[in-house]
């Protein structure tokens, strides 16, 4: 399949997602600019006319927001602080806690496949594996019913 092929069978949310996570990647090494500023920047993308623009702020604004919260909620699932998390990896996990957090009508089996597939595009070699790896344990955390139903 070619890649604009590929590329239309993407999902609004799909979109959204991989934008949003190029956006956090962005306040990230920016020295957390302003977000309100980035999340324009991104507007004005002619990929976010096929993205859901709304999920896109959502988590955007959200996953920066919560940043502290959320990888309070990783830190007992990673070997090394937050912080020292290549920021691709980070971007990744700060959208899936997220939306596991907050975003319940997500099914965690969605959150975890579409993080993977993130990080397969724009993370490390292996990085889907220790992306995989924490959102698994992240979801006997926050999605513990869903998961054993």
């Known amino acids: ?13 799909t979109r959204s997602r991989r934008l ?12 957390d600019a302003p977000v309100n500023d980035i999340e324009k920047q ?16 959502e988590l955007l604004q959200g996953a920066v927001a919560k940043r502290n919260e959320l990888s309070g909620l990783m830190a007992p699932h990673l070997s090394r602080p937050f912080d020292e998390i290549d920021p691709v990896e980070q971007s ?20 975890i496949n579409e993080a993977i597939e993130l990080t397969k595009v724009y993370g490390a070699e292996a990085a889907h594996k220790f992306i995989n790896g924490v959102l698994d344990k ?12």
């Not at 949003?20 to 020295?31: E, F, H």
């Not at 991104?42 to 702020?57: I, K, R, T, W």
């Not at 992240?138 to 139903?149: F, G, I, P």
């Open 1 to 13: 399949m070619s890649e604009p092929a590929k590329k239309k069978k993407l999902s609004s949310r």
């Open 20 to 31: 949003a996570m190029q956006a956090i990647y962005q306040w990230l090494m920016s020295g």
């Open 42 to 57: 991104f507007a004005e993308d002619q990929e976010m006319q096929s993205a859901n623009a709304e999920y896109f702020s």
């Open 92 to 111: 990744v996990l700060l959208i899936a806690a997220y939306e596991f957090k907050y975003v319940p009508s997500v099914p965690y089996r969605a959150v």
């Open 138 to 149: 992240l979801a006997n955390d926050l999605r513990s019913v869903e998961k054993n139903t």
